[in-house]
């Protein structure tokens, strides 16, 4: 189906149904409304095209230069749910997790990269245990470890996310 409008009736005299009907989608067209979006054509057109290019609007995009603060745009690579035994669930496909002693846990990915190249954040869910740190210095690793508010490792249920 093409887009846009119709030729103009030019076979019809002035004033009639026809020509009224085509005023109406014109103008409408040019108010910018009664244009279908599926009618929009966008072959050969290029982010760059695009006005406004917020990040997190967008898809495909690298994640950054890696040095200094500016212009770095980073994603989420992966995420999961480990419960309070270590057994983790959502996990990208080929990832793992082990509980490596009591409030410890492992996450091994496949994204082959040390801080400060990546990042994770892990959130505990279970009450009264915080996940105190992330360990992110050995390749393929993410170490979790979760304490009591007294600083105490302790086992408890958390949610992270990756992202590079």
């Known amino acids: 189906m093409?887009?846009?409008?119709?030729?103009?009736?030019?076979?019809?005299?002035q004033g009639s149904y026809y020509?009224?009907?085509w005023y109406i989608q014109l103008t409408n067209i040019l108010n910018g409304t009664g244009y279908p979006w599926t009618s929009l054509n966008f072959n050969g057109?290029?982010?760059?095209?695009i006005k406004t290019r917020n990040h997190n609007?967008?898809?495909?995009?690298?994640?950054?230069?890696?040095?200094?603060?500016?212009?770095?745009?980073?994603?989420?690579?992966g995420r999961g749910y480990v419960d309070i035994t270590g057994v983790g669930t959502g996990l990208p496909s080929g990832w793992t997790v082990v509980r490596t002693s009591a409030g410890v846990f492992t996450v091994?990915?496949?994204?082959?990269?040390?801080?400060?190249?990546?990042?994770?954040?892990?959130?505990?869910?279970?009450?009264?245990?915080?996940?105190q740190s992330v360990n992110l210095t050995s390749a393929n690793t993410?170490?979790?470890?979760?304490t009591n508010p007294a600083g105490t490792a302790t086992d408890g249920?958390?949610?992270?996310?990756?992202?590079t």
């Open 19 to 21: 020509w009224i009907e």
């Open 142 to 146: 993410a170490v979790f470890t979760l």
């Open 108 to 131: 091994t990915h496949n994204l082959n990269l040390v801080a400060p190249n990546i990042g994770a954040i892990g959130t505990s869910a279970t009450a009264g245990i915080l996940v």
């Open 57 to 77: 609007d967008l898809l495909n995009m690298q994640g950054g230069s890696g040095v200094g603060v500016n212009g770095l745009r980073y994603h989420m690579t």
């Open 157 to 163: 249920a958390f949610t992270f996310l990756i992202s």
């Open 2 to 13: 093409s887009a846009g409008i119709p030729p103009p009736p030019i076979n019809s005299p």
């Open 45 to 49: 057109s290029n982010l760059t095209d």
